[in-house]
């Protein structure tokens, strides 16, 4: 049978570029690291554990009901994280949270900017649509490996991971919100001489931030379906349990933890969704459906 | 010296400008034009000069090119050929900072969907203008609200637009573009959009204000009675080509064509408002 197919590989080269990047550069990542871990993870964490459980029971209940306006869902997601601390996983969820919140904010502060820009330019556009593809599809493990080969084993690179993992949907969102803003409302704003910058954080921003925030809902729920794989490559919090379960055949305890996880997503959810939702915009929106329907 | 002056102004939608400039110039019209390019043509050498303190209407059905010719006052739309003077300035030669001072300082506008921002309140919507021109906060609230009263939306300053009527809504739109303290003042269908009742109560409250104010203002419409009742002169504009400019009492005693005699005609069927 005659092979139609040309041979080659392209392993190798990548297997260079890697070794070259980790000989040439290897230090100023783990510098990276160091930082990362000292400044910003340890301290959360840290001040995270200290904090009395009763203080972040009570913590989450203000924020749930300002968010919501609903008796019934604050007790639920309250009721949730208690459980979680009676079954022995109170440190660990802490651990997991602080993990969460880092990735979160180094995932809005590239994610944003760069959603802004692309909105912005067709060209970006149309080079970064098929790079955020890429990166939504490409399994996991894949980026692991050169991630670890840099940043080393432990928590930095189980951010990093987890932002390229979850950087996608916030920059699509970002993108749509932004352009999806009324035309006849830009253009009133340019006939009063708004400058760019104006226009961005006193119209174009504001009237994006439900889309927004469902990416950062979208990212949040992403970055903790990392949480497990993160494990894996050594940070600590709930995912080392699940995985410690799967390793032991330990049904239970794996059961456990991730019963924890799901219920840190719920919670989650809610809480960033009902910011999300500006009480405003949620009532011109029922407005309108109403006046819709009775048309 | 006019305050406003438009010469020769084209202005072509679309690429192949040149082809299409061509064609105009052998006095194709919008219809042709379209059939041989495809290109939509929205203004054809357009002239007219606008007097400091008059209320100057532009009227046509739509599609005829008045909210395009609007736009190229402030320049919202660029022109593809002409030129348009303010106060005896070519503002096509203007750069991006002078355009945005042109703006700030000395046109505002008031839009037929109103284009007032939903998470701002009437108050903060009014200030708009000020506050982008970087006026203090506090005075330029001060002075939206002073403004606000002036139309009767005192004690609606805290509310949202999505709480009020299409008719204060457009308030708020006219305060806004009153309390930028403009000589000039651009109204695309600013009426257009409210019912006829509250629509003769707006216009009564502009000719007051315009009574103390003297501003210089461009009112578009579609609706003959309510450019008869405001404006100082009317312009008449079908199919991007001026056809007829004049007084109120030009334009029903004297209609350039039939066109414009259609208009005439249709209003001495309805009883007089007003």
């Given amino acids: 049978m005659p092979d139609i197919f040309l041979q ?4 190798d080269s990548i297997n260079q570029f890697v070794s070259w990047l980790v000989r040439e550069y290897g ?12 400044t910003l993870l340890v301290p959360l964490e840290q001040a995270l554990l200290a904090l009395p459980p009763l203080l972040v029971l009570l913590t989450v209940a203000v924020l749930c009901y300002h968010g919501t306006r609903r008796k019934g869902v604050t007790a639920l997601m309250v009721a949730g994280l208690y459980l979680i601390g009676c079954l022995g996983l109170w440190d660990k969820l802490m651990q997991t949270l602080a993990l969460m919140v880092v990735a979160t904010v180094l995932t809005m502060l590239v994610g944003v900017p760069l959603g802004i820009m692309m909105s912005r330019s067709q060209r970006l556009r149309w080079l970064l649509v098929p790079v955020l ?3 939504q599809t490409l399994p996991t493990f894949v980026y692991l490996i050169p991630v670890l080969m840099l ?24 993108d749509l919100g932004i352009r999806q803003v009324d035309g006849d409302l830009l253009e009133a704003a340019r006939s009063f001489g708004t400058t760019r910058w104006q226009l961005l954080f006193g119209v174009q921003l504001p009237l994006a931030r439900p889309s927004i925030m469902a990416g950062v809902n979208q990212s949040i729920m992403m970055a903790l379906a990392m949480v497990v794989i993160a494990s894996m490559i050594g940070s600590r919090g709930l995912g080392e349990d699940v995985l410690a379960g799967i390793n032991n055949m330990d049904m239970g305890k794996g059961m456990q933890s991730g019963l924890a996880i799901v219920i840190l997503a719920i919670v989650i959810d809610r809480i960033s969704q009902a910011y ?5 915009l949620k009532k ?3 407005l309108k459906k109403t006046a819709g329907a009775t048309a | 010296m006019s305050k406003i002056e438009v010469r020769h102004v084209y202005k072509v939608f679309g690429p192949q400008g040149e082809r299409v400039m061509a064609l105009l110039r052998q006095h194709c019209d919008k219809a042709e034009v379209l059939e041989k390019t495809g290109a939509n043509v929205g203004l054809i050498d357009v002239s007219l000069s606008i007097e400091a303190g008059e209320i100057f209407v532009i009227m046509g059905l739509s599609g005829s090119g008045k909210s395009t010719l609007v736009r190229h006052l402030n320049r919202l739309i660029d022109p593809s050929s002409g030129e348009i003077l303010i106060d005896g300035e070519d503002i096509l030669r203007y750069d991006e900072k002078q355009l945005q001072d042109l703006r700030r300082n000395k046109i505002s506008m008031v839009f037929q969907g109103f284009g007032l921002l939903p998470h701002q309140t009437v108050l903060e919507n009014a200030a708009y203008a000020l506050l982008t021109k970087g006026v203090a906060r506090g005075e330029a609230l001060a002075r939206a609200g002073n403004w606000l009263g002036k139309v009767g939306l005192a004690g609606y ?3 949202y637009p999505d709480e009020l009527s299409g008719g204060m809504r457009q308030r708020v739109g006219l305060a806004r573009a009153l309390a930028a303290d403009t000589e000039i003042i651009l109204m695309d269908e600013a009426f257009s959009a409210l019912d006829p009742l509250i629509r003769s109560e707006m216009q009564e409250q502009l000719l007051q204000l315009q009574s103390s104010l003297h501003k210089t203002i461009v009112f578009i419409s579609h609706d003959l009675d309510e450019a008869l009742r405001i404006g100082s002169r009317i312009a008449i504009l079908r199919d991007g080509q001026l056809v007829q400019v004049g007084t109120p009492t030009d334009i029903l005693t004297r209609p350039a064509d039939h066109y414009v005699q259609r208009f005439v005609e249709k209003r001495a069927l309805q009883p007089l408002a007003g």
């Fill in chain 1, 8 to 11: 080659f590989s392209f392993a």
């Fill in chain 1, 27 to 38: 230090d100023l990542f783990h510098q990276l690291t160091a930082v990362l871990l000292t």
């Fill in chain 1, 133 to 135: 593809d890429v990166m």
């Fill in chain 1, 151 to 174: 940043f080393g084993l432990g928590k930095v690179p189980a951010i990093f991971a987890t932002v390229i993992y979850a950087l996608p949907p916030l920059v699509r969102l970002t």
């Fill in chain 1, 276 to 280: 999300g939702q500006d009480g405003r």
């Fill in chain 1, 284 to 286: 011109a929106l029922r």
């Fill in chain 2, 157 to 159: 300053e805290a509310k």
